[in-house]
């Protein structure tokens, strides 16, 4: 089922975005997530499939997370996953 979701990036932690559906906003999200997560700051709005590729995030865990939670939460890449998206894995 294809889901509008609203992207928010943290005021907190760079590369740490929340992921929710637009019609909802954010009033699923916890408060004690909201507090550690900042200002949410609107990033994108995106159209998101079952056949979407998403840049760092798996398409049908988004859609999981969002249908069960209301949100899906990516965190910052790790130390090994910068390595690899830079192309310095070794």
Do not use: H, W
Not at 27 to 47: I, N, R
């Amino acid at each position: 089922m294809p889901l509008i979701c609203q992207i928010y990036r943290s005021s907190r932690k760079q590369e740490m975005y929340l992921y929710v559906e637009k019609s909802r906003g954010l009033v699923d999200v916890p408060a004690a997530l909201l507090t550690q997560f900042g200002e949410p700051q609107e990033s994108m709005v995106l159209l998101i499939t079952a056949d979407r590729q998403l840049a760092r995030a798996d398409v049908s865990e988004v859609l999981a997370q969002i249908a069960d939670n209301g949100f899906y939460l990516q965190m910052p890449p790790t130390p090994a996953q910068l390595l690899r998206r830079d192309g310095n894995d070794r």
